[in-house]
Protein backbone atom coordinates (compact mmCIF):
# COMPACT_ATOMS: atom_id res chain seq x y z
CA UNK A 1 0.00 0.00 0.00
CA UNK A 2 1.12 3.71 -0.69
CA UNK A 3 0.19 7.27 -0.03
CA UNK A 4 1.68 9.42 -2.92
CA UNK A 5 4.17 12.38 -0.48
CA UNK A 6 4.39 15.85 -1.72
CA UNK A 7 6.90 17.45 -2.88
CA UNK A 8 8.78 21.04 -1.92
CA UNK A 9 10.94 23.01 -4.10
CA UNK A 10 14.17 24.79 -3.63
CA UNK A 11 14.35 28.50 -2.46
CA UNK A 12 15.75 29.14 -5.52
CA UNK A 13 12.65 28.27 -7.71
CA UNK A 14 11.54 30.21 -10.70
CA UNK A 15 7.77 31.30 -10.33
CA UNK A 16 7.09 28.47 -12.88
CA UNK A 17 8.98 25.90 -10.81
CA UNK A 18 6.48 26.87 -7.97
CA UNK A 19 3.14 26.63 -9.74
CA UNK A 20 3.99 22.97 -11.50
CA UNK A 21 5.06 21.79 -8.31
CA UNK A 22 1.64 23.22 -6.54
CA UNK A 23 -0.18 21.47 -9.34
CA UNK A 24 1.83 18.32 -8.56
CA UNK A 25 1.19 18.63 -4.69
CA UNK A 26 -2.74 19.48 -6.12
CA UNK A 27 -2.70 15.77 -7.73
CA UNK A 28 -1.36 14.52 -4.78
CA UNK A 29 -3.46 15.40 -2.56
CA UNK A 30 -6.60 13.88 -4.74
CA UNK A 31 -5.55 11.11 -5.18
CA UNK A 32 -4.61 10.23 -1.83
CA UNK A 33 -8.15 11.54 -1.34
CA UNK A 34 -9.28 8.44 -3.16
CA UNK A 35 -8.68 5.64 -0.83
CA UNK A 36 -6.63 4.60 2.59
CA UNK A 37 -4.73 2.72 0.26
CA UNK A 38 -3.53 2.96 -3.09
CA UNK A 39 -2.46 -0.55 -4.31
CA UNK A 40 0.05 -0.77 -7.16
CA UNK A 41 -0.30 -3.81 -9.76
CA UNK A 42 1.55 -6.87 -8.06
CA UNK A 43 1.39 -4.91 -4.84
CA UNK A 44 0.12 -7.16 -1.55
CA UNK A 45 -3.15 -5.37 -0.48
CA UNK A 46 -2.64 -6.15 3.25
CA UNK A 47 -6.18 -4.44 4.59
CA UNK A 48 -5.89 -3.47 8.34
CA UNK A 49 -9.11 -5.06 10.38
CA UNK A 50 -10.58 -1.39 11.05
CA UNK A 51 -13.64 0.28 10.31
CA UNK A 52 -13.96 2.45 7.30
CA UNK A 53 -11.17 0.73 5.65
CA UNK A 54 -10.25 2.30 1.55
CA UNK A 55 -9.15 0.59 -0.92
CA UNK A 56 -8.25 1.38 -4.54
CA UNK A 57 -6.69 -1.08 -6.90
CA UNK A 58 -4.65 0.61 -9.99
CA UNK A 59 -4.80 -0.75 -13.00
CA UNK A 60 -3.16 -4.58 -13.64
CA UNK A 61 -2.55 -7.39 -12.13
CA UNK A 62 -3.07 -8.37 -8.39
CA UNK A 63 -2.90 -11.39 -6.44
CA UNK A 64 -5.84 -12.59 -4.10
CA UNK A 65 -6.39 -10.77 -0.70
CA UNK A 66 -8.38 -11.41 2.47
CA UNK A 67 -11.27 -8.42 3.39
CA UNK A 68 -11.36 -8.67 6.91
CA UNK A 69 -12.34 -5.16 8.20
CA UNK A 70 -15.86 -3.31 8.80
CA UNK A 71 -17.26 -1.40 6.77
CA UNK A 72 -14.71 -1.79 4.02
CA UNK A 73 -14.63 -0.59 0.15
CA UNK A 74 -12.41 -1.57 -1.81
CA UNK A 75 -12.71 -0.52 -5.56
CA UNK A 76 -10.75 -0.94 -8.74
CA UNK A 77 -9.87 1.48 -11.54
CA UNK A 78 -10.40 0.52 -14.98
CA UNK A 79 -8.21 -2.47 -15.75
CA UNK A 80 -7.57 -3.96 -12.11
CA UNK A 81 -7.85 -7.89 -12.39
CA UNK A 82 -7.83 -10.00 -9.38
CA UNK A 83 -5.98 -13.25 -10.46
CA UNK A 84 -6.68 -15.27 -6.82
CA UNK A 85 -9.29 -15.45 -4.81
CA UNK A 86 -10.58 -13.10 -2.52
CA UNK A 87 -11.75 -14.04 1.05
CA UNK A 88 -14.44 -11.72 2.94
CA UNK A 89 -14.48 -12.19 6.01
CA UNK A 90 -15.61 -8.85 7.09
CA UNK A 91 -18.31 -6.17 6.02
CA UNK A 92 -17.54 -5.00 2.21
CA UNK A 93 -18.35 -3.51 -0.82
CA UNK A 94 -16.29 -4.34 -3.52
CA UNK A 95 -16.58 -2.43 -6.63
CA UNK A 96 -15.21 -1.63 -10.35
CA UNK A 97 -12.82 -5.22 -10.38
CA UNK A 98 -11.97 -8.14 -13.11
CA UNK A 99 -12.27 -11.27 -10.87
CA UNK A 100 -10.53 -14.52 -12.54
CA UNK A 101 -11.18 -17.96 -10.73
CA UNK A 102 -8.24 -19.49 -10.60
CA UNK A 103 -8.83 -22.88 -12.52
CA UNK A 104 -12.33 -23.96 -10.92
CA UNK A 105 -11.72 -21.79 -7.87
CA UNK A 106 -14.19 -19.29 -7.23
CA UNK A 107 -13.34 -15.76 -7.34
CA UNK A 108 -15.10 -14.84 -3.93
CA UNK A 109 -15.57 -16.84 -1.16
CA UNK A 110 -18.04 -15.37 1.16
CA UNK A 111 -17.07 -16.83 5.01
CA UNK A 112 -19.93 -17.16 7.56
CA UNK A 113 -18.80 -13.96 8.77
CA UNK A 114 -18.71 -12.09 5.57
CA UNK A 115 -20.83 -9.58 4.12
CA UNK A 116 -20.64 -8.62 0.85
CA UNK A 117 -22.04 -6.35 -1.91
CA UNK A 118 -20.24 -6.68 -5.54
CA UNK A 119 -21.20 -4.03 -7.87
CA UNK A 120 -19.92 -3.69 -10.69
CA UNK A 121 -17.96 -6.95 -11.68
CA UNK A 122 -16.65 -8.74 -14.37
CA UNK A 123 -16.32 -12.18 -13.06
CA UNK A 124 -14.82 -14.86 -15.53
CA UNK A 125 -13.84 -18.93 -15.43
CA UNK A 126 -12.62 -20.45 -18.28
CA UNK A 127 -14.53 -22.51 -20.16
CA UNK A 128 -15.42 -25.90 -18.88
CA UNK A 129 -13.63 -26.20 -15.39
CA UNK A 130 -16.66 -27.01 -13.57
CA UNK A 131 -17.69 -30.62 -13.02
CA UNK A 132 -19.75 -31.07 -10.12
CA UNK A 133 -23.14 -29.24 -8.88
CA UNK A 134 -21.10 -27.30 -6.00
CA UNK A 135 -18.90 -25.65 -8.26
CA UNK A 136 -19.36 -21.92 -8.64
CA UNK A 137 -17.74 -18.73 -9.76
CA UNK A 138 -18.95 -17.47 -5.90
CA UNK A 139 -19.39 -19.77 -3.07
CA UNK A 140 -21.47 -18.31 0.11
CA UNK A 141 -20.67 -20.13 3.67
CA UNK A 142 -23.17 -20.62 5.64
CA UNK A 143 -23.72 -17.76 7.75
CA UNK A 144 -22.34 -15.32 5.09
CA UNK A 145 -24.43 -12.62 3.00
CA UNK A 146 -23.72 -11.55 -0.39
CA UNK A 147 -25.70 -9.33 -3.42
CA UNK A 148 -24.43 -9.22 -6.86
CA UNK A 149 -25.48 -6.33 -8.54
CA UNK A 150 -24.45 -4.87 -12.32
CA UNK A 151 -21.93 -7.20 -12.55
CA UNK A 152 -21.26 -9.57 -15.24
CA UNK A 153 -20.21 -13.72 -15.80
CA UNK A 154 -18.07 -15.43 -18.42
CA UNK A 155 -17.53 -18.79 -19.64
CA UNK A 156 -19.14 -21.56 -21.35
CA UNK A 157 -19.64 -24.06 -18.19
CA UNK A 158 -21.72 -26.78 -20.30
CA UNK A 159 -24.64 -26.21 -17.89
CA UNK A 160 -22.50 -27.73 -14.75
CA UNK A 161 -22.52 -26.13 -11.83
CA UNK A 162 -23.28 -22.59 -10.84
CA UNK A 163 -22.22 -19.02 -11.21
CA UNK A 164 -23.62 -18.30 -7.22
CA UNK A 165 -23.87 -21.12 -4.68
CA UNK A 166 -25.14 -20.51 -1.19
CA UNK A 167 -24.88 -23.25 1.43
CA UNK A 168 -27.00 -21.01 3.77
CA UNK A 169 -30.38 -19.40 4.27
CA UNK A 170 -32.14 -18.42 0.69
CA UNK A 171 -32.63 -14.95 1.83
CA UNK A 172 -28.96 -14.17 2.65
CA UNK A 173 -27.81 -14.19 -1.50
CA UNK A 174 -29.39 -11.88 -4.09
CA UNK A 175 -28.48 -11.33 -7.49
CA UNK A 176 -29.77 -7.94 -9.25
CA UNK A 177 -29.13 -6.74 -12.65
CA UNK A 178 -26.52 -8.97 -13.23
CA UNK A 179 -25.83 -10.58 -16.64
CA UNK A 180 -24.96 -14.64 -17.50
CA UNK A 181 -22.40 -15.65 -20.16
CA UNK A 182 -22.24 -18.96 -18.90
CA UNK A 183 -24.65 -21.65 -20.54
CA UNK A 184 -25.96 -22.71 -17.10
CA UNK A 185 -29.53 -23.21 -16.87
CA UNK A 186 -30.21 -22.89 -12.88
CA UNK A 187 -27.32 -20.39 -12.28
CA UNK A 188 -28.02 -19.88 -8.64
CA UNK A 189 -28.04 -21.95 -5.86
CA UNK A 190 -30.23 -20.55 -2.67
CA UNK A 191 -30.34 -17.14 -4.08
CA UNK A 192 -33.59 -15.60 -3.22
CA UNK A 193 -33.66 -12.30 -5.61
CA UNK A 194 -32.49 -13.16 -9.26
CA UNK A 195 -32.92 -10.69 -11.43
CA UNK A 196 -30.58 -11.42 -14.42
CA UNK A 197 -30.34 -11.05 -17.89
CA UNK A 198 -28.87 -14.34 -20.01
Known sequence: MSTIVATQVG?????AEIDENATVNQKT???NALATDIV???QALEQLPKLDYGGLLLSGSHGGFE???SRTTINGA???????????????????LHLLCEGNT?????????????????????????AAATD?????EDGGYLVAQGSIFYGNQSNTGHLVYNYGNVHNAAAIGCIDLSDIASPFHNVHHVYVVP
Open 106 to 130: PAVLVTESGRLVLTDCHIFKDDNKQ
Open 78 to 96: PGSVIKKQVRVTGTAILSG
Open 40 to 42: MPN
Open 11 to 15: ADASL
Open 136 to 140: AYIVV
Open 29 to 31: DII
Open 67 to 69: VKG
